[in-house]
């Protein structure tokens, strides 16, 4: 095996990785489903991560016979943008040890492990940051919470909070292009706010960059608690509504991820209403049989979803972008003589890009 070391491993390497990177994402429903619809890029490349998304519609008018009108341009895009960010994880091997632990004696061959090793560290890294914020170091990807932020203000009655902060160098905020919305609820989702939004209707304007954050712990649920247990069923099926209802069709979401305190309190909500619990059938043909459904969205656990926390997600308004042609990539072993050593080297360079008005989080905000 000696003899074969490096010609054997450099070209066993690749493949290995090609075969790792499968399972990594048959392991995260998030990443299989964004696989199963087209919703990773590869070979991506220049300084930034830059896309645009339409902020407005041209405008409509009436028109009567022989009426005057005339022809403009309009301005309905806006350009986002993200740094690229990168993951490595690294090992090593020298000629040394490489030798000692050879042959017949090596109780734990541990070249054959590096590789496996290296790709579940990076694995369980990259989905971490998925969920987590580049804010503090522009060399991590921009997960879900860069744009879910708390301005504050919102109190025990609000359903949801105002959305606040900025994503890919544009505003969240509610009406940051000007834009109106109705006001003729009896009680606003948010007190504050004192608009529909993000029931009623409005000016495709006033919320193109908003997130919808919603509070399960608001006191008006019409459940007479503030409990998750009690207010799940009601927080999610309004979250569904809410991303339906402002972004048509496009916005209805995919899946709702819940972290492990959650999902077991909406399980036994579940159970005391039902004797089977239906799971969702796409989701099990996956592999993934302890999805549960609500109305058409997968509801599901995820190991790392901070606790007492939910996302509503729509994968078909999210994109992984790697600058590879593969989620991963590899170095090595590369042989380093000048050191006596085999040095082993698995990446990501990309980002993680949303259209923000698609995403909602679940959160007890007040």
């Keep these: 095996m000696a003899n074969e070391w490096i010609g054997v491993v450099n070209a066993t390497a690749p493949k290995y990785l ?23 890029e590869f ?13 407005d519609e041209p405008p409509a008018e009436t028109y009567g016979d022989a009426g005057v009108f005339e022809f403009a341009r309009h301005d309905v895009l806006r350009t986002l943008e993200l740094s690229w960010g990168g993951y490595l994880a690294n090992d090593l ?3 040394k040890e490489k030798a000692m632990n050879d042959g017949n004696v090596a109780i734990v061959r541990r070249y054959d492990r590096i590789m496996p090793n290296l790709e579940a560290s990076l694995q369980n890294k990259f989905c971490a940051e998925l969920y987590g914020t580049s804010s503090g170091d522009p060399n991590r990807i921009d997960g879900l919470e860069t744009f879910f932020a708390n301005n504050g203000t919102t109190v025990a009655a609000d359903r949801i909070a105002t959305p606040s902060g900025t994503y890919g160098g544009k505003s969240c905020t509610l009406a940051a292009e000007t834009g109106s919305w109705s006001s003729n609820l009896a009680v606003s989702p948010n007190a504050a706010l004192a608009k529909d939004w993000p029931s009623g209707s409005g000016d495709a304007r006033y919320d193109w960059n908003s997130y919808k954050k919603v509070n399960w712990s608001s006191t008006n649920w019409g459940t007479g608690s503030t409990a998750w247990e009690d207010n799940c069923e009601r927080a999610l099926r309004q979250t569904f509504l809410w991303l339906t209802h402002t972004g048509g069709r496009d916005g209805r979401p995919t899946i709702a991820l819940l972290s492990q305190d959650l999902f077991y309190a909406y399980q036994n909500k579940q159970e005391a209403k039902q004797r089977i619990i239906v799971p969702h059938k796409e989701a ?4 993934f049989p302890d999805t549960l459904n609500q109305e058409g969205v997968m509801i599901r656990h995820e190991y790392d979803v901070p606790a007492n926390v939910g996302y509503v997600l729509n994968v078909f308004q999210m994109m992984l972008s790697s600058l590879y042609s593969q989620l991963f990539w590899n170095v090595g072993p590369y042989d380093n003589p000048s050191k006596l050593r085999y040095e082993f080297l698995v990446g990501f360079f990309g980002n993680a890009r949303y259209n923000v008005k698609h995403m909602a989080k679940l959160e007890a905000v007040a």
């Design 284 to 287: 099990s043909d996956l592999g």
């Design 93 to 95: 091997m020298t000629y």
């Design 18 to 40: 090609t075969g790792a990177q499968n399972n990594t994402i048959r392991n995260r429903l998030l990443l299989m489903l964004l696989q199963r619809y087209g919703r990773m």
């Design 43 to 55: 070979n991506q490349n220049g300084y930034v991560l830059r896309w645009d998304v339409q902020f």
